[in-house]
């Protein structure tokens, strides 16, 4: 078993997409724990690819037998086990916290939506498990067509919101399949192992460079890096509050992992650092996203969609951090990717936990909601706190590796940059705290407290609290055991160049 | 030095940390409840800081490693002398704190209790962490986290002005934090290490021009905690907060916390050789020396009492960092001993403030005519606590002045040696006239002249604190043995 | 070489290229979402187009080995004359993922006209306003 781990990572899901739609035919609350089942499978094997990985080294898994480079070969090493784990156990919790939040947003559509969601999931793992280039380009349009089904399925703009999404994720991804082209017209393979031995010797061909740039293009729309971004808060603020807590946490990330695949082991280090400025453009850009992201995340009402430029701005610390093209750095930005895949998941999850209960978005009528709902805020707080970087939560420690990096590259802007955008983001965020736990009252009013109206208790239920404060608890030991997880994998998975 | 590994820091810090987990759980069901955690976790605090002491007298230092996050890189506490004196004076203090904050809150009726009570031990928590903290990426941690814990507090009244302040608070305070995570990020890419050395760990790893930067940077941060001029702005401001958290806030936690890390930076950081060589402590001399005059002269203008008593922390703090950017013995166990015993008069002098609100909800100087008859036992420690502040003997700030005085003298810079005085004399002006005002001054209609004091929860730590700058004063080496931990702290950093 | 002749040597690079310009300028510059969709489906065959040309060699037969059964083949296959069928192969996954795209796109389609009763985008941001104020 443990030696098909990898494929059936893929085929678990997939197969069970399929049977999810005959079970629930059958009957219908059945879909649930079945989902269930499966995606514990997914860790389950996630889990013990890392552990061999971490034990035996790389894996390389030949599809059909066939042997690299005319079969599809899968190639998993420190950073995909890494993020199949991460994406595995994102989309397990936040299964397990869809339940309640489906049976009101669409009670109708329970068994498709779950389809469609195991859909997504092999999607994502199967961008990351493959070490074929035309097969990512396949897992990623897997992906991205069930992203947009979800999508579609939210309430007011979403359609429409959906279908931009379509026609701008379809010019990533076509964009994306060009370079695959120039780079099968000049090398004749489609393996990234191959392709990697096979490329430096053309590094100066201007058919690689073209390649190399419709690569990056493509994996920026569909990561939603600035300024390919336009399609991401309409289309995750008017999603099922479930969808955009699983696309907000993995969707991007899976797309920064593809960057990261690109730039490092596709290409040699040395091609986007030296024979390019790729990295010094792209730190720029990441800059502007961050700033862009936390001003705009300041502009908006709509807690949802706050959260999605906030979102707009990490994706711009991942990328600040492979811009470092150093150890730190690069160690920072994948730190990071675990960071943030917890932190908007909890937050969107917490936005999610909101509309189910009070069915408002708008962060005007958060007031008293700290009485109401104190469990679901205080996670709220804790992944806040997060985000801007306080100690001794996640955010922080990937924020340190992201300052080291900028340090090691002498990018003493960026670094700066760094800080004002945790500030920014302080700013975003204690807004949203301060409206929720303070109520401002007249100053005469002041002394004679414990006058407030009585609210009641109303938290959500334990099915939407539990994944919560699963996500929370993370949030709050990863970072303290950060140490342990750079040193046992993300520095396998930074190139040894560095 | 012999190191013991024990996990009594770590409890230390986890005692209140518990309890605010306590506190959450019972909430505003059972309030005597509640306020038994906050009791309990004090008293627990002060004895596991106190079982400490003997190690520490001994020449021992205590460590206990949370994690390692990267060779060099560890989540770690360590207790040594100084470290102690601040965890003796922030869980002393926090006892007398607790029970005076049970009065002042009820007396009140105020809201909200149990975030002030949950804040309160976090906050604790943190100061603990930072008095004990091993590292500089450790003390940034336990800092930041007393950043998010007092912005509660100080925006808890929750009218428009306390958010305000709570905002301004949260500005000053995370700017700061980023900025020491920069200087700190870089300090650790120059030498690979961030533990606190006696006499410094940065010498002969950094370029003049970065070590000027790497100076500017750590005192801007931990100054703005400390209130070094211009960066005072939020502590005035913050005075809306109710008065425990005044009086935390400047005596015990926040601001003193502010001082004991650029303390550590002057000290376990850049060290007094580096320092001396490179001539910064001339300038953070002349810096704060700026700060001391002009906070006392700020002083003298406040007619709200809570205003005037901030400008006078601001004050004293930069008297505690002039004394250890002097770097002579004296200067520095000066400056150490000031710590202490300037936290005990201070938060005495912020109890009578709350305790004359609760009473009379008087908050103006000028309005406290002839209050002496009324509430003899607050004032009268009123009176202790300001002259203690000034330096009048027999009192504990006479001691730790005479130590600054001394110091300044050793380093041969005379300029500072007036300052010290300048800055007493004007305390005395600053202060003299409220005690002057309440006692001999004939009552206005609205003071009652007869007997009646405050709640007895709030009468009692004031009592003690204001006795126990008396007792510092006469014996200071009682009790908690500050002055042999304040020699011991300087030997080290001395190297003597 | 000439620049004519460059242009004409690699006529199938042109061609995809200004298909592509086709379908990008229909997505982007049509306000009608069919014709938008459309665009996207000129942009998709581009793309095919182009890795079907890649893979032609010129006096090269459809990639099927004669006399490829049997035993044992006895003799080597000479490259050359065949064309190159993984392109084809790769297009045929292509397409699949294009058709489903457009199909979502379609279903997208009936979804927001359902909804707004229009295919005009500046109809519907109007109408999705007056949803919105009605509500």
Same mark, same amino acid.
């Given at each position: 078993?443990?030696?098909?781990?990898?494929?059936?990572?893929?085929?678990?899901?997939?197969?069970?997409?399929?049977?999810?739609?005959?079970?629930?035919?059958?009957?219908?609350?059945?879909?649930?724990?079945?989902?269930?089942?499966?995606?514990?499978?997914?860790?389950?094997?996630?889990?013990?690819?890392?552990?061999?990985?971490?034990?035996?080294?790389?894996?390389?898994?030949?599809?059909?037998?066939?042997?690299?480079?005319?079969?599809?070969?899968?190639?998993?090493?420190?950073?995909?086990?890494?993020?199949?784990?991460?994406?595995?156990?994102?989309?397990?919790?936040?299964?397990?916290?869809?339940?309640?939040?489906?049976?009101?947003?669409?009670?109708?559509?329970?068994?498709?939506?779950?389809?469609?969601?195991?859909?997504?999931?092999?999607?994502?793992?199967?961008?990351?498990?493959?070490?074929?280039?035309?097969?990512?380009?396949?897992?990623?349009?897997?992906?991205?067509?069930?992203?947009?089904?979800?999508?579609?399925?939210?309430?007011?703009?979403?359609?429409?919101?959906?279908?931009?999404?379509?026609?701008?994720?379809?010019?990533?991804?076509?964009?994306?399949?060009?370079?695959?082209?120039?780079?099968?017209?000049?090398?004749?393979?489609?393996?990234?192992?191959?392709?990697?031995?096979?490329?430096?010797?053309?590094?100066?061909?201007?058919?690689?460079?073209?390649?190399?740039?419709?690569?990056?293009?493509?994996?920026?729309?569909?990561?939603?890096?600035?300024?390919?971004?336009?399609?991401?808060?309409?289309?995750?603020?008017?999603?099922?509050?479930?969808?955009?807590?699983?696309?907000?946490?993995?969707?991007?990330?899976?797309?920064?992992?593809?960057?990261?695949?690109?730039?490092?082991?596709?290409?040699?280090?040395?091609?986007?650092?030296?024979?390019?400025?790729?990295?010094?453009?792209?730190?720029?850009?990441?800059?502007?996203?961050?700033?862009?992201?936390?001003?705009?995340?300041?502009?908006?009402?709509?807690?949802?969609?706050?959260?999605?430029?906030?979102?707009?701005?990490?994706?711009?610390?991942?990328?600040?951090?492979?811009?470092?093209?150093?150890?730190?750095?690069?160690?920072?930005?994948? /730190?990071?990717? @675990?960071?943030?895949? &917890?932190? $908007?998941?909890?937050?969107?999850?917490?936005? +999610?936990?909101?509309?189910? =209960? !009070?069915?408002?978005?708008?962060?005007?009528?958060?007031?008293?909601?700290?009485?109401?709902?104190?469990?679901?805020?205080?996670?709220?707080?804790?992944?806040?706190?997060?985000?801007?970087?306080?100690?001794?939560?996640?955010?922080?420690?990937?924020?340190?590796?992201?300052?080291?990096?900028?340090?090691?590259?002498?990018?003493?802007?960026?670094?700066?940059?760094?800080?004002?955008?945790?500030?920014?983001?302080?700013?975003?965020?204690?807004?949203?705290?301060?409206?929720?736990?303070?109520?401002?009252?007249?100053?005469?009013?002041?002394?004679?407290?414990?006058?407030?109206?009585?609210?009641?208790?109303?938290?959500?239920? /334990?099915?939407? @609290?539990?994944?919560? &404060?699963? $996500?929370?608890?993370?949030?709050?030991?990863? +970072?303290?055991?950060?140490? =342990? !997880?750079?040193?046992?994998?993300?520095?396998?998975?930074?190139?040894?160049?560095? | 030095?012999?190191?013991?590994?024990?996990?009594?820091?770590?409890?230390?810090?986890?005692?209140?940390?518990?309890?605010?987990?306590?506190?959450?759980?019972?909430?505003?069901?059972?309030?005597?409840?509640?306020?038994?955690?906050?009791?309990?976790?004090?008293?627990?605090?002060?004895?596991?800081?106190?079982?400490?002491?003997?190690?520490?007298?001994?020449?021992?230092?205590?460590?206990?490693?949370?994690?390692?996050?990267?060779?060099?890189?560890?989540?770690?506490?360590?207790?040594?002398?100084?470290?102690?004196?601040?965890?003796?004076?922030?869980?002393?203090?926090?006892?007398?704190?607790?029970?005076?904050?049970?009065?002042?809150?009820?007396?009140?009726?105020?809201?909200?209790?149990?975030?002030?009570?949950?804040?309160?031990?976090?906050?604790?928590?943190?100061?603990?962490?930072?008095?004990?903290?091993?590292?500089?990426?450790?003390?940034?941690?336990?800092?930041?986290?007393?950043?998010?814990?007092?912005?509660?507090?100080?925006?808890?009244?929750?009218?428009?002005?306390?958010?305000?302040?709570?905002?301004?608070?949260?500005?000053?305070?995370?700017?700061?934090?980023?900025?020491?995570?920069?200087?700190?990020?870089?300090?650790?890419?120059?030498?690979?290490?961030?533990?606190?050395?006696?006499?410094?760990?940065?010498?002969?790893?950094?370029?003049?021009?970065?070590?000027?930067?790497?100076?500017?940077?750590?005192?801007?941060?931990?100054?703005?905690?400390?209130?070094?001029?211009?960066?005072?702005?939020?502590?005035?401001?913050?005075?809306?907060?109710?008065?425990?958290?005044?009086?935390?806030?400047?005596?015990?936690?926040?601001?003193?916390?502010?001082?004991?890390?650029?303390?550590?930076?002057?000290?376990?950081?850049?060290?007094?050789?580096?320092?001396?060589?490179?001539?910064?402590?001339?300038?953070?001399?002349?810096?704060?020396?700026?700060?001391?005059?002009?906070?006392?002269?700020?002083?003298?203008?406040?007619?709200?009492?809570?205003?005037?008593?901030?400008?006078?922390?601001?004050?004293?703090?930069?008297?505690?960092?002039?004394?250890?950017?002097?770097?002579?013995?004296?200067?520095?166990?000066?400056?150490?001993?000031?710590?202490?015993?300037?936290?005990?008069?201070?938060?005495?002098?912020?109890?009578?403030?709350?305790?004359?609100?609760?009473?009379?909800?008087?908050?103006?100087?000028?309005?406290?005519?002839?209050?002496?008859?009324?509430?003899?036992?607050?004032?009268?420690?009123?009176?202790?606590?300001?002259?203690?502040?000034?330096?009048?003997?027999?009192?504990?700030?006479?001691?730790?002045?005479?130590?600054?005085?001394?110091?300044?003298?050793?380093?041969?810079?005379?300029?500072?040696?007036?300052?010290?005085?300048?800055?007493?004399?004007?305390?005395?002006?600053?202060?003299?006239?409220?005690?002057?005002?309440?006692?001999?001054?004939?009552?206005?209609?609205?003071?009652?002249?007869?007997?009646?004091?405050?709640?007895?929860?709030?009468?009692?730590?004031?009592?003690?604190?204001?006795?126990?700058?008396?007792?510092?004063?006469?014996?200071?080496?009682?009790?908690?043995?500050?002055?042999?931990?304040?020699?011991?702290?300087?030997?080290?950093?001395?190297?003597? | 070489?000439?620049?004519?002749?460059?242009?004409?040597?690699?006529?199938?690079?042109?061609?995809?290229?200004?298909?592509?310009?086709?379908?990008?300028?229909?997505?982007?510059?049509?306000?009608?979402?069919?014709?938008?969709?459309?665009?996207?489906?000129?942009?998709?065959?581009?793309?095919?187009?182009?890795?079907?040309?890649?893979?032609?060699?010129?006096?090269?037969?459809?990639?099927?080995?004669?006399?490829?059964?049997?035993?044992?083949?006895?003799?080597?296959?000479?490259?050359?004359?065949?064309?190159?069928?993984?392109?084809?192969?790769?297009?045929?996954?292509?397409?699949?993922?294009?058709?489903?795209?457009?199909?979502?796109?379609?279903?997208?389609?009936?979804?927001?006209?359902?909804?707004?009763?229009?295919?005009?985008?500046?109809?519907?941001?109007?109408?999705?306003?007056?949803?919105?104020?009605?509500?």
């Amino acid at each position: 078993m443990i030696t098909h781990a990898p494929i059936l990572i893929i085929v678990t899901p997939l197969i069970s997409a399929f049977f999810n739609i005959l079970i629930g035919l059958w009957r219908r609350w059945l879909c649930y724990p079945f989902v269930i089942t499966v995606l514990s499978a997914c860790v389950f094997s996630s889990i013990a690819i890392l552990d061999t990985v971490i034990n035996y080294g790389t894996i390389h898994y030949k599809l059909g037998g066939w042997t690299p480079p005319w079969g599809i070969e899968y190639v998993i090493d420190h950073l995909n086990a890494f993020m199949a784990v991460i994406v595995s156990f994102i989309s397990l919790i936040v299964a397990v916290y869809s339940k309640r939040s489906i049976e009101q947003e669409l009670s109708e559509k329970i068994v498709y939506f779950y389809t469609i969601y195991l859909l997504l999931v092999t999607g994502l793992l199967g961008i990351i498990v493959t070490g074929d280039v035309f097969n990512l380009y396949v897992f990623l349009e897997i992906a991205s067509l069930a992203g947009y089904a979800l999508i579609a399925i939210g309430e007011d703009r979403a359609p429409l919101a959906s279908f931009e999404y379509v026609i701008i994720g379809t010019v990533g991804a076509c964009f994306y399949l060009l370079g695959v082209g120039y780079l099968y017209i000049v090398t004749g393979s489609l393996n990234m192992t191959d392709l990697s031995q096979l490329l430096p010797n053309l590094y100066h061909s201007k058919v690689v460079l073209v390649a190399f740039a419709f690569l990056m293009v493509g994996v920026a729309v569909k990561m939603a890096f600035f300024p390919l971004h336009v399609w991401l808060p309409d289309a995750y603020t008017y999603a099922p509050s479930t969808v955009s807590a699983l696309v907000a946490a993995t969707m991007t990330k899976v797309g920064a992992y593809v960057m990261i695949r690109i730039m490092f082991t596709l290409f040699k280090p040395y091609f986007s650092i030296e024979l390019l400025p790729v990295t010094t453009v792209l730190g720029w850009i990441a800059v502007v996203a961050m700033m862009f992201g936390c001003i705009f995340a300041m502009a908006q009402s709509d807690l949802k969609r706050m959260l999605c430029y906030i979102l707009i701005a990490e994706v711009g610390y991942i990328v600040l951090g492979v811009s470092f093209a150093n150890r730190m750095g690069l160690t920072g930005a994948i /730190l990071h990717i @675990l960071n943030d895949a &917890f932190m $908007m998941a909890c937050l969107f999850s917490v936005a +999610g936990a909101i509309m189910y =209960k !009070i069915g408002k978005r708008d962060i005007k009528d958060f007031r008293h909601l700290h009485r109401k709902m104190p469990f679901t805020m205080a996670a709220f707080t804790i992944a806040a706190l997060s985000v801007i970087g306080i100690p001794p939560t996640c955010g922080f420690f990937s924020k340190w590796y992201l300052i080291l990096g900028a340090i090691d590259a002498q990018q003493w802007i960026f670094a700066v940059a760094l800080m004002i955008s945790s500030l920014l983001s302080a700013i975003v965020f204690f807004r949203v705290i301060e409206n929720t736990y303070f109520e401002p009252r007249v100053p005469v009013h002041a002394h004679n407290g414990g006058t407030h109206e009585e609210i009641k208790m109303d938290e959500a239920p /334990l099915s939407m @609290l539990i994944p919560i &404060f699963i $996500m929370v608890a993370g949030i709050l030991t990863l +970072g303290i055991f950060s140490g =342990k !997880i750079i040193s046992n994998v993300i520095q396998f998975a930074v190139p040894a160049s560095f | 030095m012999e190191v013991i590994s024990s996990i009594r820091p770590l409890l230390a810090v986890m005692v209140s940390l518990i309890a605010a987990c306590l506190i959450v759980l019972t909430g505003e069901r059972a309030r005597n409840l509640r306020e038994l955690w906050t009791i309990l976790a004090s008293v627990s605090k002060f004895i596991i800081v106190a079982s400490m002491i003997p190690f520490i007298i001994q020449g021992k230092t205590l460590e206990y490693t949370i994690i390692s996050l990267a060779p060099g890189l560890l989540l770690q506490l360590r207790v040594d002398a100084f470290g102690l004196l601040f965890g003796v004076l922030a869980s002393t203090l926090w006892i007398a704190t607790s029970l005076y904050s049970i009065g002042y809150m009820r007396g009140l009726n105020e809201h909200a209790q149990t975030r002030y009570f949950f804040c309160f031990a976090i906050a604790l928590s943190a100061t603990m962490g930072i008095a004990f903290a091993g590292n500089l990426l450790t003390l940034f941690v336990f800092y930041e986290v007393l950043t998010i814990a007092t912005y509660p507090l100080v925006a808890h009244k929750e009218t428009p002005e306390a958010i305000k302040a709570g905002r301004k608070y949260l500005a000053y305070t995370l700017t700061a934090g980023v900025v020491i995570l920069l200087a700190s990020a870089i300090t650790y890419r120059l030498t690979g290490t961030l533990d606190f050395k006696p006499g410094g760990f940065l010498a002969g790893h950094a370029s003049a021009d970065m070590l000027r930067f790497l100076f500017v940077a750590l005192i801007i941060g931990f100054g703005v905690k400390a209130a070094i001029m211009p960066i005072h702005e939020w502590l005035p401001t913050a005075m809306i907060a109710p008065t425990p958290v005044s009086a935390l806030l400047h005596a015990v936690a926040v601001v003193k916390a502010g001082v004991f890390g650029v303390l550590r930076v002057i000290l376990y950081v850049f060290g007094p050789g580096l320092l001396h060589d490179s001539g910064l402590w001339l300038i953070l001399a002349y810096f704060v020396s700026f700060t001391i005059i002009g906070a006392a002269m700020l002083a003298l203008a406040q007619d709200n009492l809570k205003r005037r008593l901030a400008f006078s922390t601001i004050n004293n703090l930069a008297i505690i960092i002039l004394g250890a950017a002097l770097l002579s013995p004296s200067a520095i166990k000066g400056g150490m001993l000031h710590m202490a015993n300037h936290g005990f008069m201070k938060i005495t002098l912020f109890f009578v403030a709350g305790a004359i609100y609760v009473k009379t909800h008087k908050e103006n100087v000028s309005e406290l005519d002839g209050l002496g008859r009324q509430m003899p036992l607050t004032m009268g420690s009123f009176a202790i606590g300001a002259m203690g502040v000034t330096g009048i003997p027999p009192l504990c700030g006479f001691i730790s002045k005479w130590y600054l005085c001394l110091g300044s003298l050793e380093a041969h810079e005379i300029v500072f040696l007036f300052v010290f005085l300048t800055s007493a004399f004007l305390d005395a002006a600053f202060f003299f006239p409220i005690v002057y005002r309440a006692f001999f001054k004939n009552p206005k209609e609205d003071v009652n002249p007869h007997f009646n004091e405050a709640s007895m929860f709030m009468v009692i730590p004031l009592m003690t604190t204001a006795v126990a700058s008396l007792v510092l004063g006469i014996f200071p080496n009682a009790l908690v043995h500050f002055y042999e931990i304040v020699t011991l702290a300087v030997q080290n950093i001395l190297g003597g | 070489m000439g620049t004519i002749e460059f242009i004409i040597s690699k006529y199938n690079y042109w061609i995809y290229v200004l298909l592509m310009m086709i379908g990008f300028y229909a997505m982007i510059a049509k306000r009608n979402l069919v014709k938008k969709i459309v665009g996207m489906n000129i942009f998709q065959t581009a793309i095919i187009l182009f890795f079907v040309s890649t893979g032609s060699k010129k006096g090269a037969s459809i990639p099927i080995i004669q006399n490829g059964h049997g035993d044992v083949v006895s003799h080597a296959v000479n490259a050359a004359q065949y064309v190159n069928p993984l392109p084809h192969v790769l297009m045929l996954t292509a397409i699949v993922v294009m058709v489903s795209t457009f199909g979502v796109a379609l279903a997208l389609i009936i979804m927001i006209y359902r909804k707004y009763g229009t295919l005009e985008e500046d109809e519907i941001f109007e109408m999705s306003e007056i949803l919105r104020l009605r509500k």
